[in-house]
């Protein structure tokens, strides 16, 4: 089955709204990570958080790897930060990183 | 910050010729991958390497795959020969573990088409 699950699968906001994404996985994991795709196709590492709370501008990032989940929180969202939000995990050094479906925010201004 | 440079960015080929894709990783960075995406699909691993060689290989790294990076050179994913469901973006990693984190660097993908 699906290793890493994403909610929701799609999120439209207005500029200014925050957005909260979640990633559920179903595997001990030892590094979670959180990366954007641009509309463009190519992949930014956004923030890598395999457990407590991140912060890095406006994004925050909550793992609690005990319930398997982690948390994606946009605050004061711009139209530039329009694309798609993927969240994957790998279970140790040089391991492969497996992958949500991802979910697609859309910032209307 | 340091990039994983990707080389073509485009390529268009016929069905049962051979393709290179070339990758020049962070120069730091001990572990290299592959990653298949197709169109509006999920991201999905082919391949990782590590000292030369190959760590672990998916399901859809198929006997037409290969990879390797001779020493100061590129990081490459052949496939020979092509077939239609190969069609897809087809992205390199590098990596660098430090303790407990890792950081992870993707290039810009390369859009193969075979036709």
């Known amino acids: 089955g699906q290793q890493v699950q994403q909610s929701p699968s799609s999120l439209v906001l207005q500029e200014g709204e925050n957005a909260e994404l979640q990633c559920n996985f179903s595997s001990t994991a030892t590094q979670l990570q959180w990366f954007y795709q641009s509309p463009g196709g190519s992949l930014v590492s956004l923030l890598s958080?395999?457990?407590g709370t991140k912060h890095t501008g406006r994004l925050t990032s909550t793992t609690v790897t005990k319930e398997r989940r982690s948390s994606l929180h946009i605050s004061s969202s711009q139209t530039t930060d329009s694309g798609t939000y993927l969240c994957?995990?790998?279970?140790?050094?040089?391991?492969?990183?497996?992958f949500g479906k991802g979910a697609k925010l859309t910032v209307s201004p | 910050g340091p990039k994983v440079l990707q080389i073509p960015s485009h390529q268009i080929i016929d069905m049962g010729q051979m393709v290179t894709l070339n990758c020049d990783p962070v120069s730091n960075h001990l572990y290299f991958y592959w990653y298949k995406q197709i169109l509006g699909q999920q991201m999905e691993f082919l391949v990782n390497?590590?000292?030369?060689?190959?760590?672990?290989k998916s399901k859809l790294f198929k006997d037409q795959f290969s990879v390797e990076r001779p020493d100061g050179s590129y990081f490459t994913l052949k496939i020979q020969p092509t077939a239609l469901e190969d069609s897809a973006v087809y992205f390199c990693a590098s990596s660098y573990y430090r303790g407990m984190s890792s950081d992870y660097t993707f290039g810009s993908g390369t859009r193969l088409l075979v036709i």
């Open positions: 390497f590590y000292n030369g060689k190959v760590m672990e």
């Open positions: 994957a995990i790998d279970r140790g050094t040089g391991s492969k990183l497996s």
């Open positions: 958080n395999p457990s």
